[in-house]
């Protein structure tokens, strides 16, 4: 490093202007920077080159179809959970010039909606005796408390 001083005390900085120092600094940190810079992507660009290895998860297993007691218990408790308890506070506290309200409103009178034809959606044709006979006396007993909901919501427009 003495050597490399000395050559630019004596040979170049009579040359150069007063303010080289930092130009020269400016310079080498430009070119430190870009060397690096390539180095990362050539790195990243390895990385992305190599075969991933398979998760231990894997997507060969088919989803299990949920029986129709299952898909109507869904929905029930969906109802039950996420919507009866504010539906039933909103119904309580309705204004209907408060924009929120007329909102949440429409937005209940949608999901319950969106319940009811999931609950058509479920098959009993395949069923017989006792058990489609039940379902179907299930079924009908949570469509009618949707639908009684709904009436509620219907109201107060």
Known sequence: MDRFTGFYNANLKPY????????????ATIIVTAILWRNHRLK????????????????????IAMTPKKRIDNVHLRFIEEYKQDLLKLLENYNPSDNDHVYQRNYYNEMLLKLLIELDS????QMTGDERLTLKQ???TVIKEIQTHLKLLDKLA
């Open 122 to 125: 479920v098959d009993l044709s």
């Open 16 to 27: 150069i202007s007063d303010h080289s120092e930092i130009y020269l600094t400016g310079a």
């Open 138 to 140: 299930y079924r009908k």
């Open 44 to 63: 990243a660009s390895k990385k992305s080159q190599q075969p991933r290895k398979k998760s231990l998860r894997t997507s060969s297993k088919k989803p």
